[in-house]
């Protein structure tokens, strides 16, 4: 499984950006989905993540704020980011788990100037 994430840049606080990831190879290996952020000398943690059937989960700092989706047909998901914030700055790595292995796509920086 590879995935291919896009959509990061440089946004002035209260603006938006949208993330994509899309997954190739054995993709029926994969139903869950979801997005992670790292920020340099800190751990990766959960952003937000959607089952192939659309059930979501959020970190409590991006509820209300951030909204993650799927096109399972692309074989995509998306992270509408909404009201961004400096804090926010970070690495975001989209993430595809499943039995046995954990699938990570190449980080896609976004920066949140105040």
């Known amino acids: 499984v590879q995935l291919q994430a896009s959509g990061g840049g440089l946004v002035q606080a209260g603006g938006s950006l949208r993330l994509s990831c899309a997954a190739s190879?054995?993709?029926?290996?994969?139903?869950?989905m979801g997005w992670y952020r790292q920020a340099p000398g800190k751990q990766r943690e959960l952003v937000a993540t959607?089952?192939?059937?659309?059930?979501?989960n959020y970190a409590d700092s991006v509820k209300g704020r951030f909204t993650i989706s799927r096109d399972n047909a692309k074989n995509t998901v998306y992270l509408q980011m909404n009201s961004l914030k400096p804090e926010d700055t970070n690495v975001y790595y989209c993430?595809?788990?499943?039995?046995?292995?954990?699938?990570w796509g190449k980080g896609t920086q976004v920066t949140v100037s105040s």
């Open positions: 993430n595809a788990p499943s039995i046995g292995v954990n699938y």
């Open positions: 190879g054995s993709i029926f290996r994969i139903n869950a």
């Open positions: 959607i089952t192939s059937t659309g059930s979501t």
